[in-house]
């Protein structure tokens, strides 16, 4: 059986509303079966399937709006909305999103309080699976348990690692912790250094992704996951890791084959599956248009930024377009007409997004539309006939969290830091295929330049800027930087989000931002 079946009872679990108290950041959630003891082989995969769920569906967080607290969305709109590559017109007024995109956002910005919430639930799935797969020895080999186990903790690791990267600091609990207890509050390095041993302990226990089932983590997504955190590590810790980061890359590199002949295009439509796993996108997030729906993830990215104004018939979509996120006139600009990445509507759409065009986004407003993530098949692409138009506004596009060109990109700036990986070869794989002419030398700045051309609108960006050492300050100018259409400085200490007023009283308050309560540490 294939295990999406387990996925999507995972996510009727969710979807039931099992609640938790997140107040206390030692969330415990119940059995994802109406059961009090997990009696079957089913009841177990049930629970792993949760875990993996939990990245696609909605609930688990209270919020008034299940879909805006996706896990995929709230991470896409954390890390896209504050940089050069997009916006959300004033037309949008969703709890939370002014003050990210506008860069002044705090303690109680509202998708700040839901974007913990829902990392600390993920690691809450995670731990209560750990706790119990034990138990389920008559119904799976030690071998499997071990795997089981590894995949889990990597997706622990996964929401560890956005926490690291987006609030800097966070409760460390694991399947050990006690329930109900309140866990000890880790600085960013102390989190980056647990979560990091902790991931390189499991990775051994993963299985090659030659020879993993699609809907499953491989060796090679755990080794990814890790060389990003080793690839941020001296933002995260004042220590570089570039050596680290590097060699995990080869690794990744030497196991999974790179295809020229792959249509950027194709990696990002309805049938992308088949492009997942052993190939070239590591780690995917799947989805089903009929199985496994969420308001988050590619539907987001498709309905949600298609202009309501604007014929999508071509890309698979006769519904009500939702209007959301629009591209920037930098992303438009870095990708050249010739760029086969180029995936971009412009109609009577213009280039910038000038102060008049935030009201509204009319058919020939501002801000040009991105068209990476469709709803039509890979045979069908150009949606022919209409014979691929979706009946809902939900999306089959698997959302992409790592893809092989990154580990080429993530190469090239290792090199670029002294490290002897090969890496100018893959950054030029990468430009090759996209169309482009090789680079001998490529520069950091033409480094970062690539990341965005190759991996725009996949949740990089902000990161990316970070330790490129463009996001704040002046240095780096970009169209509505700041929430100021000439762009404007934004402060060093928003290089890490607020932690929300909701957790003040355990956390504390990261600098640069008012207190609102008390702390205890």
């Keep these: 059986m294939k295990f999406s079946k387990y996925i999507i009872a995972g996510g009727l679990a969710l979807a039931l509303g099992l609640s938790s108290c997140v107040d206390d950041l030692n969330v415990d959630p119940e059995n994802p079966t109406t059961k009090t003891e997990l009696t079957t082989q089913a009841d177990y995969l049930g629970v792993l399937a949760r875990a993996y769920g939990g990245l696609l569906f909605e609930g688990g967080v209270d919020v008034n709006d299940g879909g805006r607290a996706v896990y995929t969305r709230l991470l896409w709109n954390l890390q896209e909305l504050p940089t050069d590559e997009t916006i959300i017109g004033d037309n949008w007024t969703d709890a939370g999103i002014p003050e990210v995109k506008n860069c002044v956002s705090g303690p109680d910005c ?28 008559e119904f799976f080999t030690a071998d499997q348990i071990k795997e089981f186990k590894a995949e889990v903790r990597t997706l622990r690791a996964l929401s560890y690692y956005h926490i690291i990267d987006i609030f800097g600091k966070g409760p460390w609990v694991t399947e050990e912790s006690a329930v109900g207890a309140i866990p000890p509050t880790y600085t960013r390095k102390e989190l980056f250094d647990a979560v990091t041993a902790d991931l390189a302990d499991a990775i051994p226990d993963l299985v090659p992704a030659s020879r993993q089932i699609y809907g ?53 439509c309805a049938t992308n599956d088949k492009y997942v796993g052993n190939n070239e996108i590591i780690w995917a997030v799947p989805q089903d248009a009929n ?32 209007a959301g996120p629009r591209v920037l006139s930098n992303l438009s600009k870095a990708l050249a007409p010739t760029d086969k990445r180029r995936l971009i509507f412009e109609g009577k759409l213009h280039e910038e997004v000038l102060p008049e065009d935030l009201a509204d986004w009319t058919e020939d407003g501002g801000g040009y539309m991105c068209v990476k993530y469709v709803y039509t098949p890979e045979t069908n692409y150009d949606n022919a006939g209409g014979l691929n138009t979706a009946v809902t506004a939900f999306n089959s596009t698997d959302f992409p969290l790592f893809r092989l060109a990154d580990v080429y990109l993530m190469l090239a700036e290792c090199e670029a830091h002294g490290i002897a990986c090969s890496g100018y070869d893959y950054f030029n794989k990468v430009r090759l295929r996209a169309g482009l002419p090789a680079i001998g030398q490529p520069s950091l700045d033409q480094i970062l330049e690539e990341r965005m051309r190759e991996l725009y609108w996949e949740g990089h960006r902000r990161s990316d800027l970070i330790r490129f050492g463009k996001f704040a300050g002046s240095s780096y100018l970009w169209e509505w930087k700041g929430g100021s259409f000439e762009g404007a400085s934004i402060p060093d200490y928003r290089k890490l989000y607020a932690i929300p007023v909701q957790f003040e009283a355990t956390l504390g308050q990261n600098p640069g931002y008012p207190s609102t309560v008390a702390t205890q540490n």
């Design 110 to 137: 509202a998708m700040l309080y839901e974007a913990f919430s829902r990392f600390n639930y993920q690691i809450a799935l995670c731990n209560e699976f750990l706790r119990v797969i034990d138990k389920g020895s």
């Design 216 to 268: 499953r983590l491989s060796a090679e997504a755990g080794k990814m996951l890790l060389a990003k955190l080793y690839l941020n590590a001296e933002v995260y810790t004042g220590t570089p890791m570039w050596k680290e980061a590097a060699d995990l890359c080869t690794q990744i590199a030497n196991s999974i084959a790179w295809n020229p002949s792959i249509e950027y295009k194709y990696l990002f």
């Design 291 to 322: 199985s496994m729906t969420t308001y988050g993830g590619t539907t987001y990215l498709a309905v949600g930024a298609y202009n309501s104004k604007v014929d999508c018939l071509p890309f698979g979509c006769a519904g009500d377009q939702w």
